[in-house]
């Protein structure tokens, strides 16, 4: 009996220990969606957390200083403007420039300053059609095999 007792205290502390490790490694995992002006009027305590926030890389505001790159990011619709340092080891993507979109991922410092961990960006004007052009030409279907 004292082997089953044992062997069944064994089990319930391993589970234990593993559905710990799940739910601190959930927590410290998720990251929330906001905007720069939401952002902004979080609590203090709330401040802390992991966010993602996306605007337009303000023009002439990238500034590399050593492994850290300085920028501002802009939300159209309140007219907001917030600093970002990145400071990730993954090199920033292509798309990262001047007027591009761009999503940073990190945490709000109480300076006001975000530090982000990894940074996203893409280039709109590179998939939008250009305004007043023409949509691309469609081949015709005559029915017959292309040639090659």
């Not at 920028?71 to 907001?80: L, P, R």
Request: include cysteine; proline fraction near 6%.
């Amino acid at each position: 009996m004292k082997t089953y007792l044992r062997f069944g205290l064994l089990v319930v502390a391993i589970v234990g220990t593993l559905a710990w490790l799940a739910a601190s490694g959930i927590n410290e995992s998720k990251t929330y969606y906001k905007t720069i002006s939401e952002l902004k009027q979080m609590p203090a305590g709330e401040a802390t957390k992991r966010v993602r926030v996306t605007g337009d890389v303000v023009p002439g505001s990238i500034k590399r200083e050593g492994e850290h790159v300085h920028f501002q990011i802009h939300e159209k619709e309140s007219d907001q403007l917030l600093s970002v340092v990145y400071m990730g080891k993954d090199p920033l993507p292509d798309t990262f420039r001047d007027s591009a979109q761009a999503m940073a991922d990190g945490k709000l410092q109480s300076d006001g300053t975000f530090h982000a961990n990894s940074i996203a960006a893409k280039c709109p004007s590179k998939y939008e059609a250009a305004p007043g052009g023409k949509p691309a030409a469609q081949p015709l279907n005559t029915g017959k095999p292309a040639a090659i």
